[in-house]
């Protein structure tokens, strides 16, 4: 099971109030503190980017993102032992 959005995570925006053509979707964010609890959305994520637009039109370099708008981007797993042996012998 995949561990949910936390703070510090990489995250893609994938969704907004205008739906998949909302100024803001596709950019990559940073997710800050927890900024509250939408009746609707959810959990709601301070996020810091560039060149983020709000819904109500203001730009900056953060923005509230429900959590159900983010795709969180795994970071890369590390080389374990196993890993690295299968590398030198196939050098």
Known sequence: MKEPI???DLCKIIDSVDGVNG???GK???VGKMAGEHSVYG???RVHGSGLISEYGGTGDSVDCPAIWLKKIEPPPLPG???IKE???TE
């Open 23 to 25: 100024h803001s979707v």
């Open 43 to 45: 959990i709601v994520w």
């Open 28 to 30: 990559t964010v940073t």
């Open 87 to 89: 590398k030198e012998l």
């Open 81 to 83: 032992k196993t890993q």
């Open 6 to 8: 936390k703070s510090g």
